[in-house]
């Protein structure tokens, strides 16, 4: 089975930094692409950051300049590196991914596996 698996969440003080990871394990064959959404209560989930994997990224407008999204192939590993907090950016942070992996002998592509979630407080 697939997990994602997130960390590095917590609790920082405004114009602080975070680095978040994301570690993909399982019976993974590829994976084509990864992002990063953050949801709170109430409210939809929205893209923070994306890659693919010719290595294009995407941003929403309200963390460029501050947050870097990042990969790892080789340890199927993301990363979000944040920077310059504010306290906008508090929400429970979701690692996404469009991968394919097998199951048995059979091959399955998942175009959202989502991960459980990683707090991230910005607070004074």
């Known amino acids: 089975q697939v997990q994602l698996v997130e960390s590095g969440g917590g609790l920082v003080q405004p114009g602080g930094s975070l680095r978040l990871s994301c570690a993909a394990s399982?019976?993974?064959?590829?994976?084509?692409?990864m992002g990063w959404y953050r949801q709170n209560p109430g409210k939809a989930r929205e893209l923070v950051a994306a890659t693919i994997s010719g290595g294009s990224t995407n941003y929403a407008d309200s963390v460029k300049g501050r947050f870097t999204i990042s990969r790892d192939n080789a340890k199927n590993t993301l990363y979000l590196q944040m920077n310059s907090l504010k306290p906008e950016d508090t929400a429970v942070y979701y690692c996404?991914?469009?991968?394919?992996?097998?199951?048995?002998?059979?091959?399955?592509?998942?175009?959202?596996?989502w991960g459980q979630g990683t707090q991230v407080t910005v607070s004074s």
């Open positions: 399982g019976s993974i064959f590829q994976i084509y692409g």
């Open positions: 996404n991914a469009d991968l394919g992996y097998y199951r048995g002998s059979y091959y399955h592509r998942e175009y959202d596996y």
